[in-house]
């Protein structure tokens, strides 16, 4: 995946949140037509949160990915799919062990149309009976977003040595459900 030439006006911006943003991050870098994934914040009440106040609850925060994309490549409700997909967003603030508002299901829209299908998507979901229990992902405007810091901007492909415990057994398995599922859609250098 490369970062080259993210300020295209052809490249569009998605922004979701499904628990701890290392794994969501992993997810959407193996992606073809995924430019850019930025681990940061959203949808809190203090401007520039640091990753410990994140982690306390208290800011309103939410572990997020931003993600520059190549709509002629990869379409919004295809990064859709893999959000669905690599998380459960039948739990509310909680994802696996990672327990808090900080890691709660989020999707933030840039635009009346994201937030259309983000709707749609859940309405085709929950009538298919698809998660077997009532969604709880939330669906707000984007807003502010705040980077996270170098240490946990492409996490899983640096530290899969330094923490192979927790890369193997919470971010590979999300990794892998993706390549499966998207087998014909994978970034030639994904992790």
Known sequence: MTDANTSSPNLATATFGGGCFWCT??????????????????????????YQEVCRGTTGHAEVVQITYDPNTITYPQ????????????????????????????????DEKQKRLAMESIKRLEEGEIFGAPIVTAIEPAGTFYSAGTEHQNFYRSNKNKYPRYCSAV?????????????????????
């Open 25 to 50: 991050e992993a997810v959407y870098q193996q992606l073809a037509g995924v430019r850019k994934v930025e681990s940061g914040y959203a949808g809190g009440i203090i401007p520039n949160p640091s």
């Open 79 to 110: 990064l859709l799919e893999a959000f669905w997909q690599s998380h459960d967003p039948t739990t509310l603030n909680r994802q696996g062990n990672d327990i808090g508002p900080q890691y709660r299901s989020i999707i933030l829209y840039h």
């Open 171 to 191: 971010i590979q398995p999300k990794v892998e459900k993706i390549r499966e599922l998207f087998a014909d859609q994978l970034h030639s250098d994904a992790p």
